[in-house]
C-alpha cells in the first residue's frame, strides 16, 4: 500500500514517458522522487501527530490519502497534476501508514528487530512483485483512468484491516509541563552515531529510487525480450523480497552493521560490473536478479541499526530526523539520475552507462561510511554489532 506502489513506480515513469514524449526523464521522475520523499519525510511532522491520535489514526488517514490520490490519479491530464496527486498526496498518506507500523513493530521485538523489520519490508517487496504487473494489464485492459480507480477501491478494504490490526504495545506518553510541543529529542542530533546514520541512509536512498525507476525505461529502449520488458520491476522485487527476510536474520546473528557493510558493496559493486556490460536479455536478468537481492537488505538493516544504538525512548525522534535525510535523497536522487538519460521515446542504452556509475559509486560511499560507523563502535574485527 506504501513502498509496494513506490517501488513499481518504474511502470508509471515507462507510461509517462510515452504519454508526455516533450517531458525529459529527469522532470517525468519527480513525480515519483516526490513520493519517497514526503513517504519518508512526513516520518517528523506524522509521528508529533502520532502523540495525540495515535497510531492507528495515522495509519487511517494515510489510507484515505492514499485511496484519494489515486482516485483523482485516474482525471488528471497534465504533468502538474501528477506531482500534485501522485507525488505529494499519495506520499504524504503513505509515509503515515509506513512509519508508524515501523514503529509499533519495534515495541514488540529486541533481539529479534532486524528480522521483524525484515518480514514489514518484505511486505513491500511483494507489492513491489505484485502492483508491477497488475498495473501493466490494467493499463492495456481497461486504460489509465479505471487502472487508478481500481487501485483505489482496492485500497479502502487494506487500510481498514491494517489499521484494526495495529495494536501498539506501549501507551503513548502523555505530554509533562516543560515538554516541547514538538515531543520530540531533539538533543540527540548532537550524536555522531545517528549524524553518521542519517548521511548514510541519505546517500542509499540517493542511489536506490534512480536504479529503481530507470530500470524498466533501460529495458525497453533496450528492445530486449518482451517478457524481461514486462516484469523487470516484478522480479528486482521478487529478489528484493527474500533479501529484506534472511539479511534480517543474518544481522540478528551475525551482527546488524556487519551485514550491511557486506550488501552495501554488493549494491555497488553490481551496478558498476553487470549494469554497465547489460546489453542481452541473459545480461539484464542477471543484473536485475542480483541487483534486486544486493539491494533489498539495506531497507530491513538500516532501520534495526538504528533501534539497536538507541535507547527505546528515543527511536520515534531518532527515525525521524533518519527518515527525514531519506526522504531529501529519494528527491534529488532520481532527478539528478534522470539528466543523463535523452528525453523522448527513443530507442538506445545512452546515457544508462553513466546513470549505473552514479548508483554504484554511491553505494560503495555507503560501505565505507558504515565502516567508519562500526569502527566507532567497536575496534574489535569479529565482533557480533
Known sequence: ?????VNSFGVYQSYYEQHYADVSSAKISLVGSIQGCFI???GLPSTICMYYVGPQMMVLIGGLLCTLSYMFLSISNAVWQLFVIQGVMFGLGAGAMYIHSTGVVFQYFNKKKALAQGIITAGAAIGGVFWP???RRLFDTVGFGWANRIIGFINIPMTAFAAAFLRPRMKTPKRQVGDNLLRLNFSI???????????IWFFWIFSLFPGLFYVDLFCQRLDI???????NVAIMNGTACVARVLPGFAGDKFGRININILFYFLSGILPLVLWTNARTTGSVLAFCITWGFASGAPV??????VGQLFKPEDVPSCLSFFFLCGGIGSMVGPSIGGLFIPKGDTKGVQGFNKLAIFVGTLSLTCAVLLVVLRFRCTRKIWYRI
Open 133 to 135: 504487473i497488475a498495473i
Open 189 to 199: 542530533l548532537r550524536d555522531p552515531q545517528l549524524i553518521l546514520c542519517c548521511i
Open 300 to 305: 530491513t538493516l538500516a532501520p534495526a541499526i
Open 40 to 42: 519518508f519525510m512526513f
Open 225 to 231: 525480450s518482451r517478457t524481461v520488458q514486462q516484469y
Open 1 to 5: 500500500m506504501s513502498f509496494g506502489m
